[in-house]
Nanobody, 126 residues
Framework: QAQLRESGGGSVQAGGSLRLSCTAS????????WGWFRQAPGREREGVAL????????HYRDSVKGRFTISQDISQNTVYLEMNSLKPEDTGVYYC???????????????????WGQGTQVTVSS
């Protein structure tokens, strides 16, 4: 089982930037699909960005396209989420998650991931 640990959350004003990190340990072999999810108070957890590690393919939810970038550092076994031009509606707890194999099916569904970090809070004020 993979263990994930997020860091980098904080409080910023609208228009600001943050970079989240997700460092993995344990058995990550065959865990090719990685995602950043977020959950705002009273709302369901939603996928923000996905990464298919073997080829570096990325996908984003429409509301963050052009502002967020998911990337990886293979040597550090770390996945990043660079967030720019932050908006108050980006506020929430951000989670890193991974699952086996590819991102082809149900990759935006949090239920399809079986390894999660503890989450890191991101607060954007207007």
């Amino acid at each position: 089982q993979a263990q994930l640990r997020e860091s980098g959350g904080g409080s910023v004003q609208a228009g600001g930037s943050l970079r989240l990190s997700c460092t993995a340990s344990g058995n990550t072999i065959s865990r090719h699909c990685w995602g950043w999810f977020r959950q705002a108070p009273g709302r369901e957890r939603e996928g923000v960005a996905l990464l298919y590690k073997p080829i570096g393919a990325t996908h984003y939810r429409d509301s963050v396209k052009g502002r967020f970038t998911i990337s990886q550092d293979i040597s550090q076994n770390t996945v990043y989420l660079e967030m720019n031009s932050l908006k108050p509606e980006d506020t929430g707890v951000y989670y890193c998650a991974t699952r086996r194999y590819d991102c082809a099916v149900n990759s935006w569904s949090s239920a399809s991931y079986n390894s999660w970090g503890q989450g890191t809070q991101v607060t954007v004020s207007s």
